[in-house]
C-alpha cells in the first residue's frame, strides 16, 4: 500500500498569499475548488478572487478565531462561501480549505473506533493522513470543532514543527503496520508556554487485515514535564551557580540561569558592606543597594535602569523594599494598585515598564545563615503568563542556593583581602638597591585558593655583597602569611650575622619545627611547611653561593649565552628536621641574569612541569629590555590569561654588577703595633687616589681602631680592604681568631674600651662576620654627594 494517496495533493485546496496580498502560491486542490489554474492567478492580488474585494476577513481568520467562511469568486463567475482555516506566517499567509471532509461511511472501519469513552484526546487518521474523526478532547486542543478538521493533514491544521515529525511517525505507522509513541512539546499561547503531549499511533486495519489508517490518542503530560524542567533548572543551578570564590561571578551566574528559563529580565543588588565587611543588620527604607549583576533576553541589557556598580534606591511602597523587610517573596502582576502608586513617584522607571510592556515581576530576598544579603528581581514581558507559586518556590530554590554561594564568596573575598593586605604588608615594598645586583620582582596572589605564603627578599651584607631570597610557605590564607611574615624577619635575622646559606638554612629549619609544634599543640610536627632558596652574591669575587630547601632551583643566563637550570642540591623541606643542607658555588659573569621563583610558576593543571620550565627559559632568552619587561614576559609566557592561577607565585630576577678592582684595595698587615702609622698613610694615599679626600678624617680613625684591636686581641695573618661605590667606603680587617668583638661602656678612669664605641658613633654600621679562616670587623662610611663636599 502507498501512504500518499495519488490524489493527496488536491484533498485541501492550499493558497499562499505575501504580506502586500499577492497571490504566491496555488495548488491544485484550489483548483478544483475554484476552477482557476496557478498560471491565472499567482501574482495577481488576492482580492480579486475576495466577491467583496477585501483581505481585512483573512487578516481576521489569522489571529484568535484561526478558521472562518469567506465568500470567493469562481472561475466560471459564481460566489461560493468557503470555510478557510489561516495560518499566518512572517511573509504573509497560508490559506486551507479542505475539500474531503464528508463524514465517514457506515461501513468504513475508521468509523467503528469508540472515541468518545476515551479520557485522552482522540482522532483517526485515514491512509492519507487526513483527519476523520475527532473525540472532544481533541477538538478542544486543536481549537476547531471535528467538522473543520476533517479531511486536513496535521501540517494542514497546524504550521508548528511538531506536526512534521507527527506525519513522519504517521507515515511509519501506515507503510510497517506497527503502532508507535513519540512525545511532542507544543508552544500555546501568545506567551509561549509549552504544552507536552504523549502521543500513541496505532495502525487501524480492516477485516482483511490491511492498513485503512491511523488512530491517535494523545495525553497531556504538561504537568509533569513543567515539573521536569523546574527540577532541571535547580540540578542546573547546583552546577552552574558557585563555580567560583567571586561574588560578582556568582551574581551573574544566578542571573544567567535563570534568564530566559524563568523570566526574561533578572538583576541582582546586594547590600553594601558595613566598616566590620559584614552587611547591615538593621535595614530602614529606603532601602541602597548595588548592582551585581543582571542578564536579559535582549543583548545589552537595555531594559536595565542602572549598570552593575552603580546604586539604586527602594522606596518603603516598592515590592523590593517590602521583600528585603520582610523577607519573603513578593510577586506583583501588573497592572496593580501599589506599584502603581511607587511608579507615580519614579517616572523613569515607569517609562522603562511602560516601554517594554513589563507585565509580571517577583522580588526574592537573598539571605543566608540568617543574613540578609540582596534581593533578585524577576521581571517578564516577552512571556505573558504572570509568575505562579511554582515559579516563586523555584526561583526561591535557586536564589538560596545562589545565597550561600554569595555569602561564601563574600566571606572568602574579605578574608583574602585582609591576608593580601597582611602579605603586600609583610613583603618588600621596594627592593633594596645595591652595588651587587639590580632587581626586579612581581606576586601574584591565586585566583581561586588566595594569598599564600610565597615571599621574595633582597637583603644587602657587609662587603657589598647581597643575599637574595625566594620562599613557599605551604597553605593559603591569613595564617600562611603570618608564617611567611615570621619566616621573612628570621632570614633577615640569619643574614644579619652573616650565616653561609647552608647554615641558614639550618637555621630556619629549626624554626619551622619549632612552629609546627606550636600549631599542632600535641607535639606532632607537620602542621607548618615551607621551601626556601638562599643565595649571597659577592660583586668583588663575583662568586655566588646558594642552598635550597625543597624549592625550585634558580635559572641562570650568562651574558649572551643560553639560559639553563643551576645544579643544586636540592635539601629537605622546612620542618622536616634533623636532616643537613648543602651548598654550591658559582663564578658568575657581570651581568648574568639570576631567576628566583615559587612553584606557582612552573605547576599548572593546564601543562607538564617539564613543558613550564622550557616556556621559563625560552621568556628569559630574550634579555633585551629592563628587567620589569623581563618580568612581564615571564609571566604572561606562563599564566593563565584569564588570570586564574591555581596557585600563587613570586618571582625575582636580578642581574649581576661586578666591582672593578680599582675600587678595591687591600693591605696584608703584620702582627706590630709601631707599623699602624705607616698603613694609616696608605690609606691615605688611596683616598687621595679615588678623590675620596674627605672621608679621610673618619676612615684613618675607622682604620687605626679596627687594625690595632686586630693587632692585639687577634691572630694573624692580618688583612685590611677598603671597598668603595658611589655612596659607600667599606673597611675590612680580617684576622684568623674566631673571637668576636663587642662594645663595652668604658668607666671614666679606663684607659682603653672605646675604640669600638667610637667606630660605632662615626660609621653608618658596623659588625662582624665569621669566615672559615676566622673572622671580618668591617665597617660602612656614607660617602657625601660631589656638591656637598
Known amino acids: 500500500m502507498t501512504p500518499e494517496h495519488p490524489f493527496d495533493e488536491a484533498a485541501t485546496a492550499r493558497v499562499a498569499l505575501d504580506d502586500e496580498g499577492v497571490l504566491t502560491e496555488w495548488n491544485e486542490g484550489a483548483r478544483r475548488l475554484l476552477g482557476w489554474t496557478a498560471a491565472e492567478v499567482v501574482g495577481r492580488p488576492a482580492t480579486d478572487l475576495v466577491a467583496d474585494g477585501s483581505l481585512e476577513p483573512v487578516r481576521e481568520l489569522g489571529g484568535d478565531r484561526r478558521g472562518g467562511t469567506l465568500t470567493?469568486?469562481?472561475?466560471?463567475?459564481?460566489?461560493?462561501?468557503?470555510?478557510?482555516?489561516?495560518?499566518?506566517?512572517?511573509?504573509?499567509?497560508?490559506?486551507?480549505?479542505?475539500?474531503?471532509?464528508?463524514?465517514?461511511?457506515?461501513?468504513d472501519p475508521l468509523a467503528h473506533i469508540d472515541l468518545m469513552q476515551s479520557p485522552c484526546a482522540m482522532a483517526v487518521h485515514d491512509d492519507r493522513m487526513r483527519l476523520r474523526r475527532a473525540n472532544d478532547s481533541m477538538t478542544r486542543a486543536l481549537g476547531l470543532p471535528e467538522e473543520r478538521l476533517r479531511g486536513l493533514k496535521p501540517t494542514e491544521v497546524s504550521d508548528q514543527p511538531h506536526t512534521v515529525e507527527m506525519e513522519q511517525h504517521m507515515r511509519q505507522v501506515l507503510a510497517t503496520g506497527r503502532g508507535t509513541h513519540v512525545r511532542f512539546y507544543v508552544p500555546f499561547g501568545s506567551h509561549g508556554a509549552i504544552t507536552a503531549w504523549l502521543a500513541l499511533m496505532a495502525p487501524v486495519t480492516d477485516a482483511e487485515g490491511r492498513v485503512r489508517g491511523v488512530s491517535v490518542a494523545a495525553h497531556d503530560f504538561t504537568e509533569q514535564y513543567l515539573a521536569r524542567e523546574r527540577l532541571q533548572l535547580v540540578n542546573e543551578a547546583s552546577v552552574n551557580i558557585g563555580t567560583t570564590?567571586?561574588?560578582?561571578?556568582t551574581a551573574q551566574e544566578l542571573a544567567d540561569?535563570?534568564?530566559?528559563?524563568?523570566?526574561?529580565?533578572?538583576?541582582?543588588?546586594?547590600?553594601?558592606?558595613?566598616?566590620?565587611?559584614?552587611?547591615?543588620?538593621?535595614?530602614?527604607?529606603?532601602?541602597?543597594l548595588r548592582r551585581i549583576a543582571h542578564r536579559s533576553v535582549h543583548p545589552d541589557t537595555?531594559?536595565?535602569?542602572?549598570?552593575?556598580?552603580?546604586?539604586?534606591?527602594?522606596?518603603?511602597?516598592?515590592?523590593?523594599?517590602?521583600?528585603?523587610?520582610?523577607?519573603?517573596?513578593?510577586?506583583?502582576?501588573?497592572?496593580?494598585?501599589?506599584?502603581?502608586?511607587?511608579?507615580?513617584?519614579?517616572?523613569?522607571?515607569?517609562?522603562?515598564?511602560?516601554?517594554?510592556?513589563?507585565?509580571?515581576?517577583?522580588?526574592?530576598?537573598?539571605?543566608?545563615?540568617?543574613?540578609?544579603?540582596?534581593?533578585?528581581?524577576?521581571?517578564?514581558?516577552?512571556?505573558?503568563?504572570?509568575?505562579?507559586?511554582?515559579?516563586?518556590?523555584?526561583?526561591?530554590?535557586?536564589?538560596?542556593?545562589a545565597a550561600v554561594c554569595v555569602d561564601n564568596a563574600r566571606r572568602y573575598s574579605r578574608e583574602r583581602d585582609t591576608a593580601l593586605a597582611l602579605q603586600r604588608?609583610?613583603?618588600?615594598?621596594?627592593?633594596?638597591?645595591?652595588?651587587?645586583?639590580?632587581?626586579?620582582?612581581?606576586?601574584?596572589?591565586?585566583?581561586?585558593?588566595?594569598?599564600?605564603?610565597?615571599?621574595?627578599?633582597?637583603?644587602?651584607?657587609?662587603?657589598?655583597?647581597?643575599?637574595?631570597?625566594?620562599?613557599?610557605?605551604?597553605?593559603?590564607?591569613?595564617?600562611?602569611?603570618?608564617?611567611?611574615?615570621?619566616?621573612?624577619t628570621a632570614v633577615r635575622t640569619l643574614a644579619d650575622i652573616d650565616l653561609a646559606p647552608e647554615e641558614l638554612l639550618t637555621h630556619l629549619d629549626d624554626l619551622v619545627v619549632r612552629l609546627s609544634e606550636e600549631t599542632g599543640g600535641d607535639g606532632s610536627t607537620g602542621e607548618v611547611g615551607a621551601t626556601c632558596l638562599y643565595a649571597v652574591y659577592d660583586p668583588v669575587s663575583r662568586r655566588c653561593s646558594l642552598a635550597r630547601a625543597g624549592h625550585p632551583p634558580p635559572v641562570l643566563v650568562p651574558p649572551g649565552g643560553a639560559p639553563r637550570e643551576v645544579d643544586l642540591p636540592a635539601g629537605p623541606p622546612l620542618g622536616v628536621g634533623g636532616l643537613p643542607f648543602e651548598s654550591a658555588e658559582l663564578s658568575l659573569a657581570e651581568g648574568s641574569l639570576l631567576a628566583f621563583f615559587t612553584n606557582g610558576l612552573i605547576e599548572s593543571p593546564l601543562r607538564d612541569e617539564n613543558a613550564a620550565r622550557a616556556l621559563l627559559r625560552e621568556a628569559l632568552t630574550d634579555d633585551a629590555g629592563s628587567?620589569?619587561?623581563?618580568?612581564?614576559?615571564?609571566?604572561?609566557?606562563?599564566?593563565?590569561?584569564?588570570?586564574?592561577?591555581?596557585?600563587?607565585?613570586?618571582?625575582?630576577?636580578?642581574?649581576?654588577?661586578?666591582?672593578?678592582?680599582?675600587?678595591?684595595?687591600?693591605?696584608?698587615?703584620?702582627?706590630?703595633?709601631?707599623?699602624?702609622?705607616?698603613?694609616?698613610?696608605?690609606v691615605l694615599d688611596q683616598l687621595g687616589d679615588w678623590d675620596l679626600s674627605d672621608a679621610s678624617f673618619t676612615t684613618e680613625l675607622v682604620v687605626s681602631e679596627l687594625v690595632t684591636n686586630a693587632i692585639r686581641y687577634g691572630a694573624p695573618p692580618i688583612r685590611l680592604r677598603l671597598i668603595h661605590d658611589a655612596s659607600t667606603l667599606i673597611c675590612e680587617v680580617s684576622d684568623t681568631s674566631h673571637t668576636a668583638p663587642h662594645l663595652r661602656r668604658a668607666k671614666t678612669w679606663d684607659e682603653g674600651g672605646r675604640g669600638l664605641l667610637l667606630v660605632a658613633q662615626l660609621t653608618q654600621r658596623w659588625g662582624s662576620r665569621h669566615t672559615t679562616e676566622g673572622k671580618t670587623i668591617w665597617a660602612e662610611l656614607t660617602l657625601l654627594e660631589p656638591d656637598e663636599g
Not at 469568486?73 to 464528508?102: I, M, N, Q
Not at 627578599?457 to 637574595?468: E, F, W
Not at 607565585?649 to 696584608?668: H, I, K, N, Y
Request: aromatic share 4%; net charge neutral.
Open 72 to 107: 470567493l469568486r469562481h472561475r466560471d463567475g459564481r460566489t461560493l462561501p468557503v470555510w478557510l482555516l489561516v495560518h499566518p506566517r512572517p511573509e504573509g499567509w497560508l490559506v486551507l480549505a479542505p475539500l474531503d471532509s464528508a463524514p465517514l461511511a457506515p461501513d
Open 245 to 249: 570564590l567571586d561574588v560578582t561571578r
Open 257 to 288: 540561569v535563570c534568564v530566559p528559563a524563568l523570566a526574561d529580565f533578572v538583576s541582582v543588588d546586594l547590600l553594601d558592606p558595613t566598616a566590620d565587611g559584614d552587611p547591615p543588620t538593621q535595614l530602614t527604607p529606603p532601602v541602597t
Open 302 to 401: 537595555p531594559e536595565a535602569l542602572v549598570r552593575p556598580g552603580d546604586t539604586e534606591t527602594y522606596p518603603a511602597e516598592s515590592p523590593q523594599a517590602t521583600s528585603l523587610l520582610t523577607g519573603r517573596t513578593i510577586t506583583v502582576t501588573l497592572p496593580d494598585e501599589e506599584v502603581q502608586r511607587w511608579l507615580a513617584k519614579d517616572h523613569r522607571r515607569q517609562k522603562r515598564i511602560t516601554q517594554y510592556n513589563v507585565r509580571s515581576g517577583m522580588s526574592v530576598p537573598i539571605r543566608a545563615r540568617g543574613t540578609t544579603l540582596g534581593i533578585a528581581v524577576f521581571s517578564r514581558y516577552r512571556r505573558t503568563d504572570p509568575f505562579t507559586p511554582d515559579d516563586a518556590l523555584l526561583a526561591e530554590e535557586i536564589t538560596a542556593r
Open 425 to 488: 604588608s609583610l613583603l618588600p615594598r621596594n627592593l633594596a638597591h645595591t652595588a651587587a645586583v639590580t632587581a626586579s620582582s612581581r606576586y601574584l596572589p591565586a585566583a581561586r585558593s588566595g594569598v599564600g605564603g610565597d615571599w621574595f627578599d633582597v637583603i644587602p651584607l657587609s662587603g657589598m655583597r647581597v643575599a637574595l631570597v625566594v620562599g613557599d610557605v605551604v597553605g593559603h590564607g591569613v595564617q600562611a602569611s603570618a608564617t611567611m611574615g615570621r619566616l621573612r
Open 627 to 682: 628587567l620589569e619587561q623581563t618580568c612581564d614576559r615571564v609571566l604572561h609566557a606562563l599564566m593563565p590569561r584569564d588570570g586564574s592561577a591555581a596557585d600563587d607565585v613570586a618571582l625575582l630576577l636580578a642581574r649581576t654588577c661586578g666591582l672593578p678592582p680599582s675600587q678595591v684595595a687591600t693591605w696584608d698587615i703584620p702582627a706590630d703595633p709601631s707599623l699602624v702609622a705607616p698603613i694609616r698613610k696608605q
